[in-house]
């Protein structure tokens, strides 16, 4: 096993409906995170392009971890029961 790790992201430069408080919010988890231990990898404002290369790193440092947790901060959507994070 290896370690603890965290994949942090917070989006709020959406176009027309911009967040107050995501990338914040997402700052806070990842200090939290770190203080318990965790490799902390975080990504703010991603487009499509940096959220499925900060998944693909994430997953293989996931596959021999201890504990990995994926913390997400900013719009998303629910369709058919599928839960989808939005790009900016």
Known sequence: M????ALV????AYPG???ENATSD???AADAL???GFAVTTVFDPSLAAIDAALTNFK???QTAE???IFLAGHAVERHGRGYFLPI
Do not use: K, P, S, W
Not at 2 to 5: D, W
Not at 9 to 12: D, E, K, N, P
């Open 67 to 69: 504990l990995a947790v």
């Open 17 to 19: 409906q911009e967040l």
């Open 34 to 36: 770190r203080d318990r």
């Open 2 to 5: 290896n370690g603890r790790h």
């Open 26 to 28: 997402a700052g806070h």
């Open 60 to 62: 293989e440092l996931a």
């Open 9 to 12: 992201i917070g989006a709020i």
